[in-house]
């Protein structure tokens, strides 16, 4: 199912984790990862047929795994996939809050609607997916949400102004978030991927060029993967990293930012 070569963490076993966009990319190596550390999953995906197939293999290896198809703009329905998912595995003690669409656009293509919508499935879902979680962590006195950012802002991309805007603001609410819920032992940090070589990137936006550009920028050879993120993540959730809060990680293999 994972590479048994890496960390095991004693405290994930058990924990209840809820992760959205679990169905493909880097939410689906989340979603792989906290299962085999024991973990009982819940994740929401838009694309139901994918997130079923996922559980379903997970299910039949003995992970405790449950998906709801859910589209994360729709506030109610999200945090009530999130009441279901406590009502079954338990508070949520970590929270990931991976869902993003990068889709390119320039600046003039921008409508009001479209600005409004990028923000919603790339920022406001994770406010509130911590505002359904946060009353459980504060009755267990403990508790991670690990919001994900992207390097894209730091590196100037271009034809993502809605995106990086997004992105860049995970960093201040995290913070902010972390401050506010500190007092009650819950630890708010930003997961920051780099260029993670995706099927959605693999298909859409690497071909040669960005390979050269990938080759030029880190510092490490090679490529990250989905599996490289979700392991930063194992870290972030379990007890190890308990005096962790209000702090950035970037897995981007070195890319050089200034």
Known sequence: MVDTGFARYPSLDGRPVVVSGGASGIGEALVREFAAQGSKVGFVDIAGEAGRRLAAELAAAGCTVSFH???????????????????????????LNNAANDQRHKWDEVTPAFWDERIAVNLKHAFFAAQ???PGMIAAGRGSIVNFGSISWMIMSPHLTAYTASKAA???????LARELGPHGI????????????ERQLTHWVGPEEN???????????????????????????????????????VDGGWAHG
């Open 170 to 176: 995970m960093h201040g609410m995290s913070r902010s």
């Open 187 to 198: 630890r708010v940090n930003t997961l920051v991927p780099g260029w993670i070589m995706t």
């Open 69 to 95: 198809e859910c589209d994360i703009t729709d506030t109610a329905a999200y945090q009530a996939a999130i009441r279901a998912f406590e009502a079954e595995h338990g508070a949520a003690l970590a929270l």
């Open 132 to 134: 359904a979680v946060i």
């Open 212 to 250: 050269r550009l990938i080759d030029a920028s880190q510092a490490l050879e090679g490529r990250c993967y989905p599996a490289d993120v979700a392991r930063m993540a194992l870290f972030l959730a379990a007890d190890d990293s308990r005096m962790i809060s209000a702090q950035d990680f970037i």
